[in-house]
């Protein structure tokens, strides 16, 4: 296993993108760089989402190697590599605990335990890139500033696989409420990642 | 059949995973055909996205990698396996009549990708080799569809800039090589038509980057068969306003910093652009 030890020297200055298109040529570094850059974040949201973390381990293994047999399942034009990634863990664990419809999808939590959901500013992945971990801390504030009962919909949703017909008979909320609380929700997030998006001016 | 207010209201949710089946197949049928929804839609995806970012990190095992090291290693193939050309790097279309064509190609290709859709779930669990090739064809028609969308946004944008790419180094098939950028500041979006590039060796590629603050960040490489080559980038990527744009070439998968000299080149801080 001598030829796949990561080696930094070559492949740390290179973004996900370029690491992609080693992919064609089948080259095991890159795959390599590519799991150890984005193994946690994988794992950290397949675990979120089935809560169980044998199922997480298997995900992972399965997600890495569909990328590794089809690495043009990504396409550049749609967006940066890290986003393309984040949704498909997600979408293969939310249709994971959907077919095994399994009872630990989202039990309402106190705001409280909602809070803890989502990370403390002070924890990073020493793995992420500087670029990454600076959207990482962009994300955290922005969820933290947005109400509790914003933030739970958004939540319920993404991590728990949850329609919004469902997340309303859950909270025994009215459908309209649960729709209003996503959008406002997801406007502020958008928003306050927009700084993100913004050109230095020189 | 659902109006772009409707749509506008649900991408949101549609992002979070939270909208119902049907309402999922009303949305991507409305922005597989605006452009407009499809600009928010994009933006509303890659805001969800970002909230797996949130999650505290759990190290992943050990055995995990180790795992899945062994398993891509066993199916490392004998021989290398070049990129398949895109359809993009196949089709010629004349500059002036793209515009036009682009919607109806459009059209038609989603027509087709649909109906691949339905083939492929017909075909699904006996036989998956021939649902694969269909899958395939289906990513390379989403790829297409991506490309003509992004160069839509572009051109309809109100500040739209048409920079032409001149020939840097004075090898003499390099002259003739017609190479024009289209980028809007406004949408964060570019796309690069070429014609008449010179061939390359099959160890090599073009390489396209952005120069901002005397540095150089890849937008991407390409390869072309007959010369002609179309790109769209998305800018969104880049920190500050790019001051111009080089294609060098590089050896096949790209290098993380220029390794020869710029090809051809456009300076974006000079004169004022013509715009189309």
Redesign the interface.
Known sequence: ?Q??SPNEEVYG???D??LM??L?????K???TL??RY???????S??VVRD?QLA?DM??EI??RI??KP??Y??????F???L??V???RA?DEIRSRNRRFRYETSSPEEQQR????PA???PALTAE?AD??RL??AA?SGLPAEQRQV?EM???G?????E?SDRLSQPLGTV?TR??LG??K??AA?TPE?K???? | MMDCRQVMELLDAYALGATDQGEARAIEGHVADCVRCWEEFSKSQQTAALLALALPIQPVPERVGRRLMEAAAREQPKGRREPRAGLFGRVRLSWPALAAAMSLAGIAALAFATFLQVQMNDLRDDKTALAEQVQNTNTELARQLDTEKQMFAVLSAPDTLKVPLSPVSTAAPVLSASVIYNWSAQSRKGFMLCQDLPPLSGDQVYQVWFTSKGDAHSAGTFRTDDGSCQMAMDLSFLRARPEGLGISVEQAGGSARPTNDWLLYADFTGEQHTTP
Do not use: H
């Open positions: 296993m030829d796949v200055g290179l973004d993108e370029e298109q080693r064609f040529y089948r080259d095991l890159a795959f390599r799991f150890s193994g946690n974040l994988v794992y950290s949201t675990l979120r973390s381990e992972v293994q890495f190697l590794w047999r043009d399942s396409v550049a034009q749609r967006g940066r890290v986003s393309w984040a949704s863990t997600r979408n939310v959901e989502f990370a403390a924890s990073n992945d990454m959207q990482r994300i955290v969820l958004i949703a993404y991590f696989g949850l329609t919004q017909q997340i729709k996503i959008r997801m406007q997030l958008r990642l998006l050109w230095e001016e020189r």
